[in-house]
């Protein structure tokens, strides 16, 4: 077995959908399972870096406890998880352990990587797991979240997690093959695309809206959590879990769609603040301000003309060009209602308003990360 075009990367995370874990009549699907631990030991060998972002812990809750395909209320699922996650955990312990690997669980909830604090938290024991040459084997915390408060689907947690470990490869093991230019199973006209070089909105429209039975995420999550990955420099691969074995399965020539990562990686603080999976408001700025974003600049009151959510000093906001594209996100220095209040305004102006003095950044250029597509605008801009 080789794992040859996978070998360059030295940090891998691997997504698996719930879909390829779980039969919901039989159960846990051990032989597969096994054959993704015989994949990661390999990978081990060659010396990379593994982690496991697993779900099926609602869907294997859901079997072992004979709830059947009925919609499950919150608390339901949430018993379901705390019994599927118990097994899942196990599973995943023996098979990576009949191949010679230890493991650890991580079960994370939503703040672990969107507060900083815990974030940096989250990445100091996931990092010393690493360092003691176990795989970290990770879900969300499906038992305490609540639909407010939770990630949802485990690709954008998945791109979290690669991201905040510095790895450079995220794989999504899903039951679709890569992308395509439409959905297949409703457009007989799809082609596939092996390479994306970047996530632009008409990548996106590819997507379509459809997601699994089984899988809360579809296409439109994977290429979110595309967006989070690439950003921050990780490269990410979507291919089928279908077939035994997925991952050397890319060695024997099955296809794979590659998103490469950003040639001008956002790394560290700004790598978390570009990664904030849910900004709290948004801030509509003008063609000034936006040239001025380009440099390097903050983001002054002046160029501010529309302003929503309620949010907090502190929170994240997406700053939206004058036609709603997203040109940067950044962590806000004032609350929502006074940020209405001195939007448009000239600093000199802003005291006389707020009643004190105020810092002069909406957004300060340390806490402030232009997007991928922010750059893009700046070239279409200047034609
Ligand atoms: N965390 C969920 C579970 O383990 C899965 C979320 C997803 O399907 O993306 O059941």
Excluded: C
Excluded at 107 to 129: H, K, P, Q, W
Excluded at 140 to 165: C, F, H, K, P, W
Excluded at 229 to 250: D, E, F, V, W, Y
Excluded at 358 to 377: F, I, N, Q
Aim: charged share 25%; proline share 3%.
């Amino acid at each position: 077995m080789t794992t040859q075009s996978l070998k360059k990367y030295k940090r891998i995370t691997v997504k698996i959908g719930s879909a390829l874990l779980v039969d919901r009549s039989t159960g846990l699907k051990r032989d597969w399972l096994a054959s993704l631990a015989d994949d990661i030991a390999a990978l081990a060998a060659d010396g990379a870096e593994i982690l496991v972002v697993s779900s099926g812990a609602i869907a294997l809750g859901r079997t072992i406890l004979g709830l059947g395909k009925r919609a499950l209320k919150l608390e339901e699922s949430q018993a379901a998880a705390a019994v599927g996650q118990i097994a899942l955990a196990g599973a995943w312990s023996e098979e990576l352990g009949r191949k010679g690997l230890k493991s650890g669980q991580i079960l994370l909830t939503l703040g672990d990587t969107e507060e900083r604090r815990r974030y940096l938290n989250a990445r100091a024991t996931i990092g010393t797991l690493l360092k003691m040459k176990a795989v970290p084997v990770i879900n969300e915390n499906d038992t305490v979240a609540t639909s407010e408060i939770r990630y949802g689907d485990n690709d954008r947690l998945a791109a979290r997690v690669a991201t905040m470990m510095g790895g450079d490869l995220l794989v999504l093991l899903s039951d679709i093959d890569g992308l395509y230019t439409a959905p297949p199973a409703t457009d007989p006209n799809a082609k596939f695309l092996p390479v994306v070089e970047r996530i632009t909105p008409e990548i996106e429209a590819m997507a379509g809206a459809a997601a699994s039975e089984l899988s809360r995420g579809g296409m439109r999550t994977k290429l979110d959590a595309g967006k989070i990955a690439t950003t921050a420099g990780t490269a990410m691969i979507i291919t089928s879990g279908a077939r035994l074995n997925p991952l050397t399965a890319m060695e024997r020539g099955e296809r794979f769609t590659l998103f490469h990562p950003s040639r001008t990686p956002v790394k560290g603080y700004k790598s978390w603040i570009a990664g904030q999976l849910e900004p709290a408001g948004r801030l509509t700025v003008d063609a000034g301000a936006i040239g001025a974003l380009l440099q390097g600049k903050s983001l002054l009151p002046a160029g501010v003309r529309l302003v929503s959510g309620s949010f907090s000093r502190g929170d994240t906001v997406a700053v939206l060009s004058p036609e709603g594209f997203e040109i940067a996100r950044g962590l806000v220095a004032y609350d929502a209602a006074d940020a209405v209040r001195i939007a448009g305004l000239k600093t000199a102006e802003i005291e006389a308003v707020l009643g004190y003095e105020a810092r002069s950044a909406m957004v300060h250029r340390d806490d402030l990360v232009v997007s991928r597509a922010g750059l893009e605008y700046r070239k279409e801009a200047k034609g």
